[in-house]
């Protein structure tokens, strides 16, 4: 049994994903459902999923509970909500009381988008972030390699919240540079309420080409700064398939972390997830 700890979905047309811009996103611009998953998760061996919010819009949250509350394969939701809000600790109450509001494991913002590289260190988002943390629910972080430090900072000054770094914070693939990113990510590893997900590599390399060799800098980054049992596997499908099938995206992960042995291999496709999101 394996765990895919961080996928997406959207409908067209329910609303616009309004960052599917450019023609390299073009093969995005249509709907990915449920049911475009369910079989290529099985196929995979992959029999729970991490359902995880795409834009910041308050309406997504119930529909993904509903979806999760729904669905065989889905087994937690991470959401969206307005972390600078004062009222941010009712409206976590609130969506744990909609349907399917169990589902609810943790919050997200695209701080990649934030022009303040130091965004997460705000006052408002502070006491939003302990809010989360207060509701029992974790933290993932959707950034790029100059706010690491500052996702340092914000983990340091938050003991008690649990912060999920999604696509190793988004490394230079493409470039084959690793610094300053390995060094920032290995200083948030030293921190101990970091977790980091296997995922979204494929992405940031180069989409006309890419190689296990390739990838395998950053994932031994990642596996040697936070150790097995603090990482997950993540397809980041569709977004994905701009690069690789889910299929492969599950079998170049097998292959970056074979080298670690089957107990390792275990906490990255299941181990891990299930503590981190409580599943």
């Not at 390792?264 to 891990?272: D, I, K, L, N, P």
Request: with cysteine.
């Amino acid at each position: 049994m394996s765990v895919d700890a961080h996928h997406h979905v959207w409908d067209l047309s329910v609303r616009d994903q309004d960052w599917i811009t450019g023609p390299e996103l073009q093969p995005l611009r249509r709907n990915f459902t449920l049911a475009d998953l369910a079989p290529r998760a099985r196929d995979a061996g992959v029999d729970r999923t991490i359902l995880v919010q795409t834009i910041t819009v308050p309406e997504e949250t119930p529909e993904f509970l509903v979806l999760a509350a729904e669905s065989e394969l889905v087994a937690g939701v991470v959401g969206w909500t307005d972390l600078t809000r004062a009222e941010v600790a009712d409206e976590l109450a609130r969506l744990r009381e909609l349907p399917g509001g169990e589902y609810l494991k943790g919050i997200r913002h695209q701080v990649q988008g934030e022009p303040d590289p130091e965004w997460l260190l705000r006052p408002d988002v502070r006491r939003g972030l302990a809010a989360v943390a207060e509701a029992g629910l974790v933290y993932d972080l959707v950034v790029v390699p100059h706010q690491l430090p500052a996702c340092a900072k914000a983990a340091a000054v938050l003991p008690e919240l649990t912060f999920v770094l999604d696509h190793l914070g988004k490394p230079p693939v493409a470039s084959g540079e690793l610094e300053p990113w390995a060094s920032d990510v290995r200083a948030l590893a030293a921190l101990p309420n970091t977790v980091c997900k296997l995922s979204g590599l494929v992405t940031e390399a180069d989409l006309a080409g890419w190689t296990t060799d390739t990838l395998r800098p950053y994932a031994d980054t990642v596996l040697e700064a936070f150790g097995p049992d603090r990482l997950m596997f993540g397809s980041d499908w569709p977004v994905c398939t701009l690069a690789a099938t889910y299929g492969q995206v599950v079998c170049v992960t097998e292959e970056l972390t074979v080298r670690f042995g089957d107990t390792a291999r275990e906490a990255v496709f299941s181990g891990t997830a299930t503590r981190v999101y409580g599943l």
